[in-house]
């Protein structure tokens, strides 16, 4: 499996702010490739370095074995790039904005079959003030495909999207990748990282802290599973710390959540309250998650 991008070294500056330092990551052809931080931890800098959209200080970039710098207009006739922000004029159809960003490339694929493949074939003529907030991301995701790019660059392309508009756009990113492309995916939702993408980098204040793939960095955090379930009445739930594996136990109202580690907890607990006579409800597993790998290696304080 060829590599479409290599990053080494990369570093970049504003004035005495250092957005990313030292960050070097491959991309594979054809996996889907995400990177995840903080805001501000230099993601959109580190994206649209590769894209070529802006200089390095410092360390090389390769995307398709072409310097972004220099080789920029050669380029951006073999990827696609749905920015994090973008619009259209309110007017401008859908028809007219497949057909005006086609005409920009020597080489194109069919407007019209590429508005159906994305769920847009009844909105040809609709003006783009006209569209939802789901169908406005699936056009500019439909813009960044009509010159039938090798690599797709996706800057958090669900955010703002309710939970049903977000997972339709995650069967058309799988969509995309089973067509042949390679995807570059930057997101803010963890579960959406953990779901789409072959291997997750992590940045932290410019820097990479962890790449491997979602199950690995799960693993390797060694991450406490939880059991939550609910109990009315007056009982010591310090009783619970006697079954094997138990860490820690909390008590808010009603309810409570054990944490802990081994495969036998969840019927030690079980076992636990049925014993004692202590009715409980809602009893649930929660398994460790790349949220809580995101938590544990860049911080859980907001950030601006």
């Not at 995307?63 to 207009?73: C, E, F, I, N, S």
């Not at 789901?134 to 090798?150: C, S, T, V, Y």
């Not at 790449?211 to 799960?218: A, G, V």
């Not at 009783?239 to 019927?267: F, N, S």
Request: proline share 5%; glycine share 12%; with cysteine.
């Amino acid at each position: 499996m060829s590599i479409v991008v290599e990053v080494s070294d990369l570093h970049k500056s504003y004035g005495s702010v250092r957005a990313v330092s030292g960050v070097s990551f491959t991309i594979k052809e054809g996996e889907i490739f995400g990177m995840v931080g903080p805001n501000g931890a230099g993601k959109t800098t580190i994206i649209e370095c590769v894209e070529g959209l802006r200089r390095p200080d410092r360390g090389t970039v390769r995307v398709l074995g072409l310097d972004p710098q220099r080789d920029g207009y050669e380029l951006r006739r073999r990827i696609g790039i749905q920015l994090q922000e973008a619009a259209l004029p309110p007017r401008l159809k859908v028809g007219e904005a497949l057909d005006l960003f086609g005409s920009f490339y020597p080489r194109r694929v069919d407007g019209k079959a590429l508005a159906e493949q994305l769920g847009l074939g009844g909105k040809w003529n609709t003006p783009f003030d006209k569209l939802s907030g789901g169908q406005k991301r699936r056009l500019f995701i439909a813009l960044a495909l009509i010159n039938d790019p090798e690599l797709v660059f996706l800057d958090e392309p669900t955010t703002g999207l309710d939970p049903q508009a977000r997972r339709a756009l995650w069967d058309l990113i799988r969509g995309i990748r089973s067509r042949g492309k390679t995807i570059f995916l930057t997101t803010h939702y963890m579960e959406e990282a953990e779901r789409l993408c072959d291997r997750v980098a992590i940045i932290n204040s410019g820097k990479i802290v962890a790449l491997d793939t979602p199950e690995n960095l799960i693993r390797s955090l060694g991450a406490e599973q939880r059991v939550v379930f609910s109990a009315e009445g007056h009982w010591d739930v310090a009783l619970l710390r006697q079954v094997p594996g138990v860490t820690r136990v909390e008590r808010i109202g009603e309810r409570v959540v054990v944490y802990g580690k081994g495969e036998g907890m969840v019927g030690g607990v079980v076992g636990l309250l049925e014993r004692a006579g202590v009715p409980f409800r809602d009893l649930r597993t929660e398994q460790p998650s790349l949220e809580d790998v995101f938590l544990a290696l860049t911080g859980r304080e907001m950030r601006d």
